[in-house]
């Protein structure tokens, strides 16, 4: 803007700055108009924003619940979680099973006998072998004339065999060190051989090949459940009652029970009623009119929020498939009110799980038509970051801010000059008017 000359109508005895504000006020009407547009624009994209967010969260809760192994609940417990610990997945059924475990899985270990030292003494050059489960590798220390049991260590340790090797001081003697190799996997099959035949020993300390340098056998876990043997390479056993983990600790008898969690299934459903309604919470202030049909709502009538709610509703309304007599969200006390949101009858709910439980978590699970399928399909249509609707939406609302600030620098251009003129053309008019006043006083004097 240009400065403000402070004539103030010395002459004229006009208030010529009052006069300029009024003037530069009028003029400055189409930039408010234009400036209350943005805001409104702005508080459109917030919204849009924020929609954006709420469904994100909604699409994370159906994640969790789009498939029967997430969405069912089981508890599972054991009656001596000294000798069996247990834990159960989606997919578990309920029954009671009694687990004898005779044997524990271990890992084979094997030492060398004892060296003076790590890194000084000598343990030999050469090539030498691991085998394990059928596959062998080969440890290449042959470009060194001498190697300490550091170098047998790191060298083992970098290659990509099965094992590890440490290096323990028993504490015994003056000849405490031994190298250790561990297999990573427990079993039968992970069984660890060496084989020193390309192996220039220079010290008969280093014997792993030998059947005296084992420290522990290679074994399998051995059990029965309800009376079937069987055997497993490791102690966490996930694979011999559907859905249960058995995490073996001890030889011994447990007894195994699972059970449907009713309770940990309908805290999945609230979290998905909750995030459902939070979408509400922003939507439905938008369609709010008042008694006299007017709304102040910046997205009233916003056919962009029309298309999305009606595409969630459409989403939410599915019919499940399966022989179930539950197959929509309403018959297992899922219901929606007047308002759009949502409502958990527990009731109906516990009585629905109790009738059928794996026709209640269909009714979200259903590959083609269930209701977290179909939810997730249509969030994820509305918030794609190339062409759906919100992102779609926001570009056209920072297209049009853009447009709006482009008009308001231009009138303020415009503004600038005008106000310039009205200052010029108010300080010309004071000047004339101060000329005429001394013409007059000085036509004054003369007459006298």
Known sequence: MAQNFSFGGLASGLNSGAIIDALMNVERLPIVRLQSQKARLNQQNDIF????????????????????????????????????????????????????????AQAMSRSTSGFADTNSTNVGTGRFDITSNGQTWNIDLSANATNTLEDIRDAINNSSAPVSATLINDG???????????????????????????????????NLDQAGSILQQAQDAILSINGLSLTRSTNKISDAITGLTLDLQATGTSSITASADNAGVKKKVKEFVDAWNAIVDITAPQGVVSSSGQSSAVLFGDSGLRGMSSRLRSALNTVAGGTSNYKTLSAIGIRTGTDGKLSLD???????????????????????????????????????????????????????????????????????KFEERLTAKYAALEKLVSSFQAQGSALQGFGR
């Open 49 to 104: 924003g924020k929609l954006d967010g709420k469904l994100d969260a909604l699409n994370s809760v159906l994640q969790k619940m789009d498939t029967t192994n997430e969405l069912a609940s089981f508890t599972a417990t054991s009656s001596d979680e000294t000798k069996v610990k247990v834990t159960a997945g989606g997919n578990t059924t309920s029954g009671a099973w009694t687990v004898n475990v005779t044997q524990l």
């Open 172 to 206: 015994t003697g003056v000849k405490p060190w031994r190298l250790v190799v561990t297999a990573d996997s427990s079993g039968a099959a992970n069984a660890v051989t060496f084989d020193l035949t390309n192996f220039t020993v220079a010290d008969p300390a280093f």
């Open 346 to 416: 527990e009731s109906d709910f516990d009585a629905a799980l109790s009738a059928d439980f794996a026709g209640v978590l269909n009714v979200f699970t259903d590959s083609s038509s269930g209701a977290a399928e179909s939810l997730k399909t249509a969030v994820d249509d509305l918030t794609d970051p190339v062409d759906g609707l919100i992102e779609s939406r926001r570009d056209g609302i920072a297209s049009r801010i853009k447009t709006i600030d482009s008009r308001i620098n231009d009138l303020e251009k415009r503004m600038e």
